[in-house]
Nanobody, 119 residues
């Protein structure tokens, strides 16, 4: 079973950048499509971006399109989310998750990593 651990969050000023990482273990990452999600205080969790098994197909929420870039390195079992031009409304706990190649369902949620955009 694939296990994922997010890292790279922190406090950044508006307009700044962060790179989030999601390290996988327990199963070859190449078998899974992956997604980044976020949950702001008092709001529901929302999808931010997803990337196919090969990395050739990538999708983004309208709110982050043009500012965030998702990538993956299957050899390093890691998925990344490059976040540029950050805005206060990007403040949230960010999670990565994997889609089962068998059921098509998203897996269990991890701890996430906190991103705070504030001056």
């Amino acid at each position: 079973q694939l296990q994922l651990v997010e890292s790279g969050g922190g406090l950044v000023q508006p307009g700044g950048s962060l790179i989030l990482s999601c390290l996988a273990s327990g199963s070859p990452l190449a078998l899974y499509s992956l997604g980044w999600f976020r949950q702001a205080p008092g709001k529901e969790r929302e999808g931010v971006s997803c990337i196919s098994k090969s990395g050739l197909s990538r999708n983004y929420a309208d709110s982050v399109k043009g500012r965030f870039t998702v990538s993956r390195d299957n050899a390093k079992n890691t998925v990344y989310l490059q976040m540029d031009s950050l805005k206060p409304e990007d403040t949230a706990v960010y999670y990565c998750n994997s889609k089962s190649p068998y059921s098509g369902k998203w897996g269990q949620w991890g701890q996430g990593t906190q991103v705070t955009v504030s001056s």
